[in-house]
Every structure is written in structure tokens, then in C-alpha cells.
């Protein structure tokens, strides 16, 4: 996609495309602890395309906004990006809410070759499968900022990471 201000298309940052289950640690690395929202997913049963919009943090881009007395840093912000979970050659696919929490954090994407089933483990309870002929999975990552998220950073090295950014 070409960079036009005028444009109200999300321009892609960055891809990860996985179609062997080798190298699904490789999705998982971008997934893993970003946010999502089940109620906006969408199914587009003619092409066997669902998708799932994310919140993903930039976390090259984290910027401190305060610092103790010390000159430790107390509170950071990260800009969270709009990005987009894609996964083709899917079936049919099952999702059972039983918590309504609104926004899951992925923990990770699991994938059952013998079944053609793949699942999303988020770490509250909520079930997420799909039956796929072959594994093809898709992240895009545009470069549209959706807010930021706060983080506090505690004295013994911690940190405890903000509310997601909200999805539209």
C-alpha cells in the first residue's frame, strides 16, 4: 500500500505470514500478551478468511514520562498500533465468551495438524477455534497509532502494564 495522508485504508507496516507449523513461534512472538476484542471479528465464509483486529504495542517507540528523584524511570507510555490477525483456509470456526470481559490478551496460537484445528489461548478463559484445511496464518501491522498505553515500572524491576488502548 502506498503512503497517502489522504487515504483512509491502514497502510502496512509490517507482515508475518506462516504456513508451516514450524514456524508458528514466529506468530506467536508478535501475539503474545497483545490485546483483541471477539466481538470484532469477522468471518468472510466465501474466501475462508477470519480476522481478528489486534492492539499491538511499539515498543521501539516507548517514551518515559516520569522519572523518581533518582532518575529511575517511574512511568513510561507505548503507542499502540492497529494491526490485523488473519487466518485463511478456515472451515468453521467456534468462539464461547463465558467470562464478557470485552478485550483477551493472545497468549499464544495452537496448532493441531492430525485435527486441522487451530485455537487461541488467551490467558482469561474464553474459546477460540477453527477447523483449517492447511495452516495459514497472517499478522499485519499497520502504522495506525490507536492510542498508547501507560506503564509503571516498580523498584524491584517489574512493571505493570496499562488497560488496552481501546479498539474502535
Known amino acids: 500500500m502506498k503512503d497517502d ?29 497483545q490485546y483483541f476484542d ?24 516507548e517514551e518515559i514520562v516520569q522519572r523518581t528523584w533518582q532518575g529511575r524511570t517511574k512511568r513510561t507510555k507505548v503507542p499502540v498500533l492497529r494491526g490485523f490477525l488473519k487466518i485463511a483456509a478456515v472451515t468453521d470456526w467456534q468462539l464461547k ?23 487461541v489461548e488467551t490467558n482469561i478463559p ?14 499485519e501491522l499497520t502504522r495506525d497509532e ?3 498505553r501507560p506503564v509503571r515500572h516498580l523498584p524491584g524491576g517489574g512493571e505493570v502494564r496499562g488497560a488496552p488502548a481501546g479498539l474502535d
Open 38 to 61: 471477539p466481538e470484532h471479528i469477522a468471518f468472510d465464509d466465501r474466501q475462508g478468511i477470519l480476522t481478528i483486529p489486534l492492539e499491538l504495542e511499539d515498543v521501539a517507540r
Open 126 to 139: 474464553l474459546e477460540l477455534s477453527m477447523s483449517v484445511s492447511r495452516l495459514d496464518v497472517q499478522i
Open 97 to 119: 465468551d463465558t467470562e464478557a470481559v470485552g478485550t483477551y490478551d493472545f497468549n499464544e496460537l495452537v496448532y493441531e495438524e492430525g485435527r486441522g484445528r487451530l485455537r
Open 146 to 148: 490507536v492510542g498508547s
Open 5 to 33: 495522508p489522504e487515504s483512509s485504508a491502514p497502510t502496512v507496516g509490517a507482515r508475518v505470514h506462516v504456513e508451516d507449523a514450524r514456524f508458528l513461534h514466529l506468530a506467536n512472538s508478535v501475539l503474545h500478551d
